[in-house]
């Protein structure tokens, strides 16, 4: 890792775009005014409410969810102490591409020690209709691309929320190995070209040789070199061949645990 101490002192709106600045650095500085743990979950975590205004609802305050990395359960095949960076990354990648589905995640000093914080997102909790099924089916083809560049080893279907504003993915922390790790509830995409405009997207990434330096050196802060290039890598071959990887049909599923 290139150090903690580094990516702490990471400027919060590092990289992000223009509308997602000022949560960001709401998220990184404004002070908290309430803290509940969040139960059921395998590592310690916390929903904030933060002096700051809710970017969608400015009536409401805004809510985060904070991973604190001492609360991060020991993993044999992630190193300890880094998960809370790994959300971090994916926010980061997810900016750079401007897909908008990774809601915004940034690093803070909280109240038990450094961790992620991401921006409570509202899932709509009324059962979904056919319409709103379908609605989604293109931003879950391109959260499915954003997994490849990620290596997430553990996209859940709890991990995708519908919300009055598109679909979110939560829970990015298992991402980034350095070597191939991929397991996802969108198995059944594998083999299938990725939709032009996520293809696109991937493309320009790779091809501008400004915007793909930028963003390797600002995952340099949160990951490890190995980390990086494996990253760079899955960049560079997606980019070629826009086509979701065939995974194993046990190994390349996520552990469901309810």
């Known amino acids: 890792m290139s150090g903690i101490e580094e990516a702490e002192g990471l400027a919060p709106d590092v990289g992000a775009s223009a509308?997602?600045?000022?949560?960001?650095?709401d998220l990184a500085t404004a002070a908290i005014q309430e803290s509940r743990r969040v139960v059921h979950s395998s590592n310690a975590v916390f929903w904030l409410e933060l002096a700051a205004a809710d970017p969608?609802?400015?009536t409401r305050p805004l809510r985060a969810i904070y991973k604190p990395m001492r609360g991060e359960r020991p993993l044999w095949d992630f190193p300890d102490g880094t998960l809370h960076l790994r959300e971090a990354a994916a926010h980061v990648v997810d900016a750079a591409l401007g897909f908008d589905i990774v809601p915004p995640t940034g690093l803070r000093n909280g109240p038990h020690g450094p961790g992620s914080v991401q921006l409570f997102v509202?899932?709509?909790?009324?059962?979904?209709t056919a319409a709103d099924q379908e609605s989604v089916q293109p931003a879950l083809r391109t959260v499915a691309a954003l997994d490849v560049l990620l290596n997430n080893a553990d996209r859940k279907g709890a991990h995708l929320l519908v919300t009055v504003?598109?679909?979110?993915?939560?829970?990015?922390?298992?991402?980034?190995?350095?070597?191939?790790?991929?397991?996802?509830?969108?198995?059944e995409?594998?083999?299938?070209?990725?939709?032009?405009?996520?293809?696109?997207?991937?493309?320009a990434l790779a091809g501008d040789g400004a915007r793909r330096h930028a963003l390797l050196a600002r995952l340099r802060m949160l990951l490890a070199d190995d980390e990086v290039i494996a990253f760079a890598a899955r960049l560079d071959h997606l980019a070629e061949h826009p086509v979701y990887p065939e995974l194993d049909p046990l190994d390349g599923r996520p552990f469901e645990m309810w």
Request: aromatic share 6%; glycine share 6%; hydrophobic share 45%.
């Open 19 to 25: 509308a997602h600045a000022p949560v960001l650095r």
């Open 165 to 187: 504003q598109g679909l979110r993915a939560i829970d990015n922390a298992l991402s980034f190995l350095p070597y191939p790790r991929q397991r996802t509830v969108l198995i």
């Open 56 to 58: 969608f609802d400015a």
């Open 189 to 203: 995409l594998g083999g299938s070209r990725i939709p032009d405009d996520t293809a696109t997207a991937i493309t």
């Open 122 to 128: 509202d899932a709509i909790e009324r059962e979904l």
